[in-house]
């Protein structure tokens, strides 16, 4: 569900009323993800991650007070560690969510669950192949624009061949 590049391995805590997180706090967060890490659970990123796990005992299951930071530098989607082909993130960076496997929203703040896809590059979030409706329009859109075939293929490099 729109897995995007990330600048650590696990969603960090939210600092106290502050969105945008500034510079300083996310330069802290990357130096030592550890110290500020969300919920000390496993992601369940994938579905791979997810055994002994459903919608309603997922530690996710409850939105968390954090976010997941973004690679500004790599704005398309990814496929993850098990899945073969698809974009893969540079090293150093993690392919994640803002949703776990089962679609449980991580993040209590409605801006830190939109910013990973909602971008214009990223077509504010409605190309995706997530949602019966949103793949039909995914559809519709891709044959009747100018340009498809650069959307068509933005859509299927992040899919496992």
Same mark, same amino acid.
């Given at each position: 569900?729109?897995?995007? +590049?990330?600048?650590?391995? /696990?969603?960090?805590?939210?600092p %106290?009323?502050? #969105?945008?997180?500034?510079?300083?706090?996310?330069? @802290?967060?990357?130096?030592?993800?550890?110290?500020?890490?969300?919920?000390?659970? &496993?992601?369940?990123?994938?579905?791979?991650?997810?055994l002994g796990?459903?919608?309603?005992? =997922?530690? #996710?299951? %409850?939105? @968390?007070? +954090? /976010? #997941?930071?973004?690679?500004?530098?790599?704005?398309? $989607? +990814?496929?993850?560690?098990?899945?073969?082909?698809?974009?893969? +993130?540079?090293?150093?960076?993690?392919?994640? =969510?803002?949703?776990?496997?089962?679609?449980?929203?991580?993040? %209590?703040?409605?801006?830190?669950?939109?910013?990973? $896809?909602?971008?214009?590059?990223?077509n #504010?979030? /409605?190309?995706?192949?997530d949602h019966?409706?949103?793949?039909?329009?995914?559809?519709? @859109? =891709?044959?009747?624009?100018?340009?498809? %075939?650069?959307?068509?293929?933005?859509?299927?490099r992040?899919? &496992?061949?």
């Open positions: 569900m729109g897995h995007v +590049c990330r600048l650590t391995d /696990f969603p960090v805590r939210m %106290t009323n502050s #969105w945008p997180v500034s510079d300083e706090y996310l330069e @802290q967060v990357v130096a030592n993800a550890s110290a500020f890490r969300c919920l000390d659970a &496993p992601l369940l990123d994938f579905s791979e991650d997810s796990f459903d919608k309603d005992t =997922s530690p #996710w299951r %409850t939105p @968390q007070n +954090c /976010f #997941w930071p973004l690679d500004y530098d790599v704005r398309q $989607l +990814c496929a993850g560690p098990f899945h073969p082909g698809g974009y893969r +993130c540079p090293s150093g960076r993690t392919c994640g =969510s803002n949703f776990d496997a089962f679609g449980n929203p991580r993040f %209590t703040h409605s801006k830190a669950m939109l910013e990973a $896809l909602h971008t214009a590059k990223l #504010w979030g /409605f190309t995706t192949y019966l409706g949103r793949a039909l329009l995914t559809i519709f @859109q =891709s044959v009747t624009e100018e340009g498809w %075939t650069r959307r068509t293929r933005w859509s299927a992040a899919l &496992p061949s």
